[in-house]
């Protein structure tokens, strides 16, 4: 398919490169660093090749979300911003823009936002999951009071938030000792990615602010799956699920969430999702330079599913949801 859009997709500063090392064997780490530092050398060949018109691009992980003092990270995502702001007016009509943001000060955060996208012409956020406070070993999550006035501020602006992947806390990662092959994209992010997902459903977020649109990748980080179970276990007993949310949690996740194919190669999971969530939901990523994007590409483009639901998920969705076929943007 010609024409895609793929929107997890990063990139790294100095700053925030040796974050990602931790995700490759030494061996492969040149490959990767590469990989992540590189905007219109072979990205654009590997976009060229297997179809993608635009990759809306986006910080490495956990970068600004790992800095415990505000001010450090309210600095290294501007620094960021501009750096990727002045990539997209390189070639604006191949690359597009997600704000890291210094969401340890959620109005630093809402500010940031504002700028990114009234300024520089950003698609939206994309936030590398809880961050991190300034004793650096506790981390805060976005269900929180405290950020509702940020969120009151993302619905204003009218943009997307893709909330991404990190690993756990130390503290909070008993679970994997002796078993550190789960942490990262095998099984650590997309448990960590769910549970905070599923706080903002049901913290009653979405009824004070409907219009929210939030994204997760990963073909929903096995939500799609578990999401029947989490409104309907132990149906006969009295009391079922106490949260502050008025609504099933399904309703929050079909109305509210986007969801992408970002290193979820698989059939059999885009069917469940489609089902589950809707084709108009469902986003096409590859995730480079953690994955490959002939391997994501391939796979999508002779995946056997309508031709019609192939753009939608392929182009269509992204580009009505990011508004990328309107002048300002």
């Not at 960590?192 to 903002?200: D, I, M």
């Amino acid at each position: 398919m010609q024409g895609k859009v793929a929107l997890e997709e990063h990139f790294a500063v100095e700053e925030t490169l040796q974050d990602s090392a931790v995700f490759s064997p030494e061996a492969d780490w040149p490959e990767l660093k590469a990989r992540l530092l590189d905007i219109h050398d072979r990205r654009l060949r590997e976009m060229d090749a297997h179809g993608i018109e635009m990759m809306l691009l986006s910080l490495n992980a956990p970068a600004v979300q790992a800095i415990p003092d505000r001010i450090r990270a309210g600095e290294i995502a501007r620094r960021a911003n501009d750096f990727l702001a002045d990539q997209i007016l390189r070639r604006p009509g191949r690359f597009g823009g997600f704000a890291a943001l210094p969401m340890q000060s959620p109005d630093l955060a809402a500010r940031e936002l504002e700028r990114c996208v009234r300024e520089l012409g950003f698609c939206g956020a994309l936030v590398n999951g809880f961050s991190q406070l300034s004793d650096g070993a506790s981390g805060v999550y976005y269900d929180l009071k405290a950020y509702w006035p940020f969120w009151a501020e993302v619905e204003r602006l009218d943009v997307p938030f893709y909330l991404h992947p990190r690993n756990p806390l130390p503290r909070d990662s008993a679970i994997y000792e002796g078993h550190r092959w789960l942490l990262g994209p095998t099984w650590a992010f997309g448990q960590e990615t769910a549970v905070h997902a599923l706080r903002l459903m049901g913290s009653g977020l979405f009824d004070a602010y409907p219009r929210l649109n939030i994204i997760i990748g990963h073909m929903g980080e096995g939500l799609p799956f578990s999401m029947w179970r989490i409104d309907n276990r132990n149906k006969w007993m009295s009391e079922q699920n106490r949260y502050p949310a008025k609504r099933k949690i399904a309703d929050y996740f079909r109305e509210n969430f986007h969801i992408t194919t970002s290193g979820n190669f698989r059939t059999q999971t885009l069917i469940d999702a489609m089902l589950e969530i809707g084709v108009e939901r469902i986003l096409f990523s590859a995730d480079w330079p953690f994955e490959n994007i002939d391997h994501a590409s391939d796979w999508f483009d002779a995946a056997p599913i309508a031709e019609t639901d192939r753009q939608k998920i392929g182009r269509d969705n992204a580009r009505k949801l990011f508004k990328l076929d309107r002048s300002n943007r």
